[in-house]
């Protein structure tokens, strides 16, 4: 080494930059420089014609009166609300067919795709015939047809009754429901905080043994916190949970609870096209636990669901989480395709107030932002879930 | 629900005597394995000839085939237990070619089937050339001659007169013909050094994803004319187009960023020896493996897109689904919508389900060279 001869320090510049950062920096520049050439053009050209329409920019109009009906609403509405509440009933009827599609689609997509590897090849046919025919087809022609059968279905007084108490006619599901009030959803209320506190002692549960390795039973803490405390709450409050059945009156139902036309073909539309990809995933996800897993599991002697639950399900997991993750914001972006069929969602009702005002750009910016919100919250809450089972590398 | 294939029983099968009839057999390993699935087989068997049975009914046994023209009285007497296929001989024109006029639809037509042929040569993969790209162009070409004419003694056909199933393949060859340039061009940047075109990328890439397709429709066919200069409008097909192109470049370049993240560093260091330029190196050493790399998910991007694009619905663009929807506005056949959905969903089915078999086939382990 030439260590006895140490060359001398190049000489320091205070702008010294190479050819590759000249390089980078002119194409930067360039790129920025076009995009904010677009964006300013773009922008000119829409203050000018804004100005020629006689349309103020701004959310001055969400405080002014909507004036547009919402048929099915999950909070209380009337045309004379103003546009802000129109929108966070669109925003609450979004949520609605997103949170529900979203359970629903994975329970159903979860069963299909085990259906799928099951050794009875009937079942395991049907499954693959069932995701093939359902992926290939577009959601909105799906939805447009559901939409259909529901209309042709019959009239209130010639409703079909599956089961006692279910209707199902052309003005959608009707289904025995439980009136709620403040004090039901006290002991809801209850039964969640005792399923939080209940997590907590497992938890603490299992750390005891895994310190002795003396197992420690765990449900009667859940039925004393889920089920004992909450019916005492009940009966101490004098709750009653008298189920209300509807009854056909002329030519409507009345009482009970009742999915409309429109929002039954959404869900069963959108319920019905995610779980075939939901299939796939959890297919995949399952066979890609590699298997000596299920022999090792085999050869101790494990109970099935033992098996299933400490053993497959954890590393399948890992493989699920992540592609599932899109396909629930895919199904939450899809439930947009509401405005094809009338049921008013945030998308819908963003329509309606940009036919009505004139805001676009306004309309246009709170249904992005809408998304964005719902995206990123499921995006986060997904990561996390996702960290918290991800493999721990000793 | 019944056991999962992947548990081994192995042992057990190779102790049982292989004999007896073939078909006995089979039927035994996978039908009838255990109670429980015993049970279930004859349960889905009977669900499964019930539903069979009653579709045979409908569809085939009570249906009405063929009509004398705009005549749906035969229709309507087997209104609720029979189909009315009838409305498919009727309607198809209008279906297929939308208000294309009528004498012409030899064009559109033609244009299908080139686009067809174009999509079938596209998967040979003796034929990944650079002819091929030629062979795109000029196809192309040949179909906006035959679609919009006004030369060669062929009529001129506004745009606005297009409709159905051209439309669909226009829109989808077309959003992905440039896409996928845009695509490449945008998970190059999503992975560049150079910080402010990497966020341009990601910020334009996030957005886009974080929206539904509608509301980039919507955009497309409202707030476009508010963003040219006054007086300056271009066709509402076109605006969708644009739409579906920007959408489907940042679906496309999230999938082949992740092919650009499985090419060995070592493939870009060694370009970098050989002294190649940015825009060298990629096109003739990385971009190919990257590419190579995402083709089954690409396929699988390509069947979301062609599903997709028949939200133009919601904007009044005639597409497939726009037809079929309008076909059955005529009062005379307004009740039998059911029948012309299956015929529109066969025909969705049939493209979608060909490209999810090749997809599948390039998935399939490939023998070695």
């Known amino acids: 080494m030439t260590a006895d001869h140490p060359r001398p320090p190049p000489r320091r510049r205070l702008f010294a930059l190479g050819r590759n950062e000249l390089k980078g920096l002119f194409w930067q520049v360039l790129v920025v420089g076009i995009a904010v050439a677009v964006i300013a053009f773009l922008w000119s050209n829409t203050v000018t014609n804004l100005s020629a329409r006689r349309i103020t920019t701004g959310f001055a109009f969400l405080g002014r009166e909507a004036g547009m009906p919402i048929a099915d609403s999950l909070l209380a509405y009337n045309p004379g609300d103003t546009y802000f509440w129109a929108f966070v009933v669109g925003v609450a009827n979004t949520l609605r067919v997103a949170v529900i599609g979203i359970v629903l689609a994975t329970i159903l997509g979860t069963l299909i795709g085990i259906s799928r590897l099951s050794t009875n090849w009937l079942l395991s046919r049907l499954a693959a015939v069932y995701v093939e025919t359902l992926r290939d087809i577009p959601l909105l022609l799906q939805l447009l047809f559901w939409y259909v059968l529901m209309q042709a279905l019959p009239a209130a007084r010639a ?218 919250s499921i995006s986060f809450f997904m990561n996390w879930y996702n960290a918290r089972i991800a493999l721990v590398e000793r | 629900m019944s056991a999962i294939t992947d548990i081994p029983d192995a042992p057990r099968a190779a102790r049982r005597p292989q004999t007896g009839n073939p078909v006995l057999r089979w039927l035994r390993k996978n039908l009838f394995s255990s109670i429980p699935n015993g049970i279930l087989t004859v349960v889905l068997l009977a669900l499964l000839a019930k539903g069979i ?220 020896a050989l002294g190649l330029s940015y825009w060298r190196k990629h096109r003739l050493i990385i971009l190919p493996q990257a590419i190579r790399h995402v083709i089954p998910p690409l396929v699988n991007t390509f069947i979301a897109f062609f599903k997709d694009t028949s939200l133009v619905l919601i904007i009044g663009i005639f597409d497939l689904l726009t037809t079929a929807k309008t076909a059955i506005i005529d009062p005379a056949w307004q009740q039998f919508s059911v029948e012309v959905y299956i015929f529109v969903a066969a025909i969705y089915f049939v493209f979608c389900f060909a490209m999810s078999r090749y997809s599948r086939s390039l998935e399939a382990p490939t023998t070695p060279k």
């Open chain 2, 53 to 272: 049975f009653s579709f045979l009914q409908w569809g085939v046994a009570n249906a009405v085939w063929l009509t004398p023209t705009n005549d749906s009285s035969a229709c309507r007497a087997v209104r609720g237990v029979g189909a009315c296929w009838a409305i498919v001989p009727e309607k198809y024109r209008f279906i297929l070619f939308g208000t294309y006029p009528f004498d012409e639809q030899w064009r559109p037509a033609l244009s299908v089937a080139l686009f067809i042929a174009l999509y079938y040569l596209s998967t040979r993969r003796a034929l990944w050339r650079r002819e091929l790209a030629y062979l795109w162009i000029g196809a192309l070409a040949l179909i906006s001659v035959l679609m919009w004419g006004g030369v060669f003694g062929l009529s001129f056909v506004s745009q606005d007169r297009w409709g159905g199933l051209p439309v669909t393949l226009i829109l989808a060859t077309f959003g992905l013909a440039f896409g996928f340039p845009l695509g490449i061009l945008v998970a190059l940047g999503r992975r560049s050094k150079l910080p402010a075109i990497r966020s341009l990328s990601v910020l334009y890439v996030e957005l886009i994803r974080g929206v539904p397709l509608v509301s980039l429709l919507f955009m497309a066919s409202v707030m476009f004319p508010l963003f040219m200069p006054a007086g300056f409008n271009i066709d509402k097909l076109l605006r969708a187009q644009i739409a579906i192109i920007l959408f489907a470049g940042a679906y496309l370049a999230e999938v082949i960023r992740g092919g650009l993240q499985a090419v060995p560093r070592g493939q870009y260091e060694a370009a970098d």
């Open chain 1, 159 to 376: 409703a079909w009754r599956p089961i006692e108490g279910v209707f199902l006619s052309n003005r959608g599901l009707i289904l025995p429901a439980i009136p709620f009030g403040p004090s039901q959803l006290a002991v809801l209320g209850t039964a969640v905080l005792g399923c939080a506190v209940f997590y907590l002692i497992r938890r603490w549960l299992i750390a005891q043994q895994m310190r002795d390795g003396k197992p420690r039973p765990a449900w009667p803490f859940a039925l004393g916190l889920i089920v004992v405390v909450p019916a005492a709450v009940s009966l101490v409050l004098g709750v009653s949970w008298t189920i209300e059945w509807p009854q056909l009156r002329g030519f409507n139902f009345v009482g009970g609870l009742t999915l409309a036309p429109e929002y039954f073909a959404l869900l069963i539309a959108l319920v019905t096209y995610t779980s075939a990809f939901i299939a796939e995933i959890v297919r995949s996800g399952i066979q890609s636990v590699p298997r000596g897993q299920w022999d090792a599991a085999n050869a101790l002697g494990l109970r099935r669901s033992f098996m299933l639950r400490q053993i497959i399900l954890p590393q399948a997991l890992r493989v699920i989480v992540p592609p599932m993750t899109s396909q629930y914001l895919n199904l939450t972006k899809n439930s947009s395709l509401a405005v094809a069929i009338g049921y008013q969602d945030v998308v819908s009702i963003a329509n309606t107030t940009l036919n009505q005002t004139g805001q676009a750009i306004e309309a246009i910016a709170l249904i992005m932002a809408v998304f964005l919100t719902i995206s990123l």
